[in-house]
């Protein structure tokens, strides 16, 4: 996987993404992006806010207070409860943007109780590089990166 330069990148700040707010709530917090799913039970420590999937391509990665962009859950129905307890360990990551709605993915930002888009007019996980500030306006169903 290439990294994009940083003029090449520079385009895509101020892009606003429009999708749908699942989660309301409004929040500005450097991205963390996936390629992959990601899995709850097995796939994250919610004590430690991180990514325990031996092969993710975020493996050891923390995304506690980050908004996370992702494609969608995998695995079981544990999916929620897991990111629910990254909220109780407050270890949850600030927002989450994903491609694909299921409802693991939706239950699970409900429980988080954390700002969250889906459905969007474009790939999320193609647009945002991990690093850059994102505002997550679920209220209105965007995401601006802002830097």
Not at 20 to 49: C, F, H, K, M, N
């Amino acid at each position: 996987m290439s990294v994009p330069s940083a003029e090449a990148h520079a385009v895509v700040s101020g892009t606003v993404l429009r999708g749908r707010g699942i989660v309301p709530g409004i929040v500005r917090a450097e991205a963390l992006v996936s390629p992959e799913t990601i899995s709850g039970w097995g796939g994250i420590d919610p004590a430690q806010g991180t990514i325990i999937e031996r092969r993710h391509a975020l493996f050891g990665v923390c995304f506690t207070g980050k908004v996370l962009v992702f494609p969608g859950a995998k695995g079981s129905s544990g999916w929620s409860g897991f990111f629910q307890s990254t909220r109780l360990l407050g270890t949850a990551p600030a927002a989450m943007v994903f491609t694909t709605v299921t409802t693991k993915a939706v239950l699970g930002a409900v429980v988080t109780r954390v700002p969250t888009v889906s459905e969007f007019d474009r790939d999320p996980v193609q647009v945002i590089r991990t690093g850059d500030i994102v505002e997550v306006d679920a209220d209105a169903g965007t995401v601006t990166i802002v830097g």
